[in-house]
């Protein structure tokens, strides 16, 4: 705990910025005593509605809730779900001002049913209209986001692949981080790999990790040195994940593998094998959000990239002890960190 000290100490002098896919989550949660008359499915008797941000805007809620001075750029529609949205992270002290309006799209939400704390089906409302021709980037995006870069000590796309994510997009926010001596770290969408270029990292899980190495042709695979694509032991996910990473030309690459901790590629070193922190797991929504932002919030903070990846999985373990897409506080991560020592 005691090298971790200062790292933590400079969260709260960190201020990120989280680019990518909004989405707002709703949670209706009840009880079920009975079957329908209508149809074969469970009657869930409603107790409670909330709503929580999703995807990018749950990648902002865990750096503003460990501290973080945390800017959100994406899109909503003009609807009520976008201003709830806003709201939530206004709450929590996320600067919005980088949220545009795009008339095409709806703000995309995510219900998630549950009962008895089990999950019993969730409904998804998006309408993925992709920025191809660059025109909502060029108007609205950029100048934001060249406005305000000056003041940043670290970059985040967060990519579900709901359209907002575009090679000039990344082009742009790359050539800024590299620039400014920044870290910028992408979640990735297996469809956008060839957009990273020469991003800092990428943070795929297992399955996301799998995929890419599918999408590569046989001869590329062949002359990176890869032989399998599936990730069914950690000496596979090492030497697979060295040739991923070589092929990417990007510094590092972080796989999470759920139960199996994670994997750091960094080039020029040996992979590291990081092993779980969770003692328990309820939900894994959210976690890879979790990662990615206390993972480049360390390294914003003066950690390296094995350090990051370190504190990374403690937030992991914790998260994933949680329901729904929660975020992890620096108390909770504190005192994860002091029983490993």
Known sequence: MNK??????????????VVGD????????????????????????????FYTPGGAANVANNLSSLGAKVTVVGRVGADVEGELLKE??????IRISGIMEDSRVHTILKTRVVAHQQQVVRIDREKVVDDSDGRFYDDKIAPFIHKNFSDLDGVIISDYGKGIVQPPLVDDLTTLARKAGIPIVVDPKVEHLKFYGHVTSITPNRKEAENALRSLEPDTRKSFGIVHTRLDSLDVVKKAGSGLLNYLGIDSLLITLGEDGMCLLEEGKEPLHIPTRAQEVFDVSGAGDTVISVFTLALAAGAKKKE????????????????????VTMDELVRSLKGSS
Do not use: C
Not at 25 to 39: L, M, N
Not at 88 to 93: E, N, S, V
């Open 4 to 17: 971790y000290v200062n790292i933590l100490g400079n969260f709260k002098k960190r201020h990120i910025l």
């Open 88 to 93: 939530a992270l206004k709450d929590r002290k």
């Open 22 to 49: 909004l989405i707002l989550d709703q949670y209706i949660k009840g009880t079920v005593e009975r079957i329908s008359p209508e149809a074969p499915v469970p009657i869930l008797l409603q107790k409670e509605v």
């Open 308 to 327: 990051a990846a370190d504190i990374a999985n403690h937030a992991a373990g914790i998260v994933v002890g949680k329901i729904g897409a929660a975020a």
